[in-house]
């Protein structure tokens, strides 16, 4: 049983359905984590990185599962030749990206739950999530729930914290 199925069984979800918006930087691991994540026989073993936009849809039981991409690798495509291993840069993009995101209109309205994967946690040079959290001044958003959590995806570290945070904002949300 994938987490998903587990988080809906917890929650008692039969009928209505949840979505799940998963965005991140390119190659920052969303299918990765989207893989861990799916009930096990849907998991695939050859990870596509995504480009682009809305890249896969899936559904377990009860939950409605859309996987998007915020890359902004048109605008930043100069940025990404010459400093793609800079992960110094690729905050920088990440905190403009999540400016942009929390400022649309769709989003700014609801008081959606938002959890943040500092993931690659295994990488030598890795960023704790503190660091990352300072970084993208996570503090500011002050009308939305949020929580990071320290993750390594190709071993499925981490990804159960965030479920179980993200399980108890949904049932808070349903009362
Ligand atoms: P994306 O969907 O965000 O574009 P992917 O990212 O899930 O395709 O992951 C990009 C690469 O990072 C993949 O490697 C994947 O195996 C790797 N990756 C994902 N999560 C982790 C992690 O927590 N730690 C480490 N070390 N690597 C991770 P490849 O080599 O297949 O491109």
């Known amino acids: 049983m994938g987490l998903f199925d587990k988080l809906a069984g917890w ?24 893989n861990k994540l799916k009930p096990s026989n849907a998991q695939t073993q050859d990870i596509v990185p995504t480009i682009g936009f809305s ?6 039981s009860s939950l409605s599962f859309t996987v998007f991409d915020m890359s902004g690798q048109g605008r930043y495509r100069n940025l990404w030749e010459h400093y793609y291993n800079s992960d110094t840069l690729r905050m920088v993009v990440a905190k403009e990206e999540l400016d942009t995101l929390l ?3 769709d989003i700014k309205r609801r008081r959606m739950p938002i959890l943040f994967f500092a993931n690659k946690m295994d ?7 503190v660091k990352v959290s300072q970084l993208l001044c996570l503090e500011n958003i002050k009308d939305k729930p949020w929580h990071i959590c320290a993750s390594d995806a ?10 179980d ?3 108890d904002q949904i049932r808070m949300m349903k009362t």
């Open 11 to 34: 929650l008692g979800i039969k009928k209505k359905e949840v979505h799940v918006l998963c965005l991140g930087l390119d190659n920052s691991g969303k299918t990765t984590i989207i």
């Open 55 to 60: 890249i896969e849809k899936f559904k377990t």
């Open 103 to 105: 400022n649309h209109p």
């Open 123 to 129: 990488l030598r040079d890795a960023l704790s999530s």
């Open 154 to 163: 190709l071993k499925g570290e981490g990804l159960q914290e965030g479920v």
């Open 165 to 167: 945070w993200l399980q």
